[in-house]
């Protein structure tokens, strides 16, 4: 059984920092990606940040260059996020995801990934 549990979330103030886990079972790390998306209170699911487990590309959406970033331990079956210098703006479930049939320009995408994490709640007050 495949299982991605997320760990770390939390409230923070504005500015702030936290490092989300997601440590991942069940399937062979390497050559998956995987990704990091957020969903606020009605608004749709976004992709944040993204990592091939194989070598290590990264990738992300514009609002959180420079602020956030991805890493990842294989032998621990393990993806970060390290997120600093938060906003209210960011406030929201986070997720991760992984996916075996990703491509650069889909990597990104929500739909290309088949697992999920239940998710944990970022909270950024002002």
């Known amino acids: 059984e495949v299982q991605l549990v997320e760990s770390g979330g939390g409230l923070v103030q504005a500015g702030g920092s936290l490092r989300l886990s997601c440590a991942v079972s069940?399937?062979?790390?390497?050559?998956?990606?995987i990704g990091w998306f957020r969903q606020a209170p009605g608004k749709e699911r976004e992709g944040v940040y993204s990592?091939?487990?194989?070598?290590?590309?990264?990738y992300y959406v514009d609002s959180v260059k420079g602020r956030f970033s991805i890493s990842k331990n294989n032998a621990k079956n393990t993806v970060y996020l390290q997120m600093n210098s938060l906003k209210p703006e960011d406030t929201a479930v986070y997720y991760c995801?992984?996916?075996?049939?990703?491509?650069?320009?889909?990597?990104?995408?929500?739909?290309?990934?088949?697992?999920w994490g239940q998710g944990t709640q970022i909270t950024v007050s002002s």
């Open positions: 995801a992984a996916s075996r049939f990703w491509t650069r320009r889909s990597i990104m995408d929500a739909s290309v990934y088949t697992f």
């Open positions: 069940g399937l062979t790390f390497d050559g998956y990606a």
């Open positions: 990592i091939s487990t194989g070598d290590g590309s990264t």
